[in-house]
């Protein structure tokens, strides 16, 4: 089983932020491949083989110790498995800023567990870490992201106009951010 130990882990009400482990690969798949899941994530269509890649270069990355770009498993504290990811990516350590984003098994929209997730990585980032800025893209068609932002104090700052392709479709994004108090 992939070593956790040193990765940086914390808590929101209902979940543990904390890195991935061998077995979370099939939660993972399970959920990733759904096209609800991926529908406003830049990249491909999720597939199991991309999946598995992706969790694999995870799990290399946090037996380096890299830091400066964590990603999460989600774990649920009631059910004992993951139902998401985190990232933070350290843009700036001179000028203290960072990227975050969060992705959550469809089956559990709605319930604030996106919002507690958020909420935990930003405190993480701006009073663990000392960030000064958070900042975050969303697609501007994806409204309960939005939401999860404006509820953890990120601001709208702008409109980014198609600055991304989405599966041969030009999309326009939504940029939040949140300053350290």
Known sequence: MADTADYPSFDAPRLILRGFRDDDLAFLQSFAVRPAFWRYLPGPEMTPDLIAA???ARLEAQAMGESGDW????????LGFILGTARLTIQSREHGHGNVAVSLDSGHWGLGL?????GALAHF???V????RLSGLVDA?????QRMMETNGFAREGLLRQNFRLRGVWRDSLLYARLAA
């Open 71 to 78: 990603h999460w498993a989600l774990e649920s504290r009631d």
């Open 129 to 132: 870490l000392g960030l000064h």
């Open 114 to 118: 996106g919002r507690e997730a958020m």
């Open 54 to 56: 992706y969790f694999e």
């Open 141 to 145: 068609e994806n409204k309960p992201a």
């Open 125 to 127: 980032a701006l009073e």
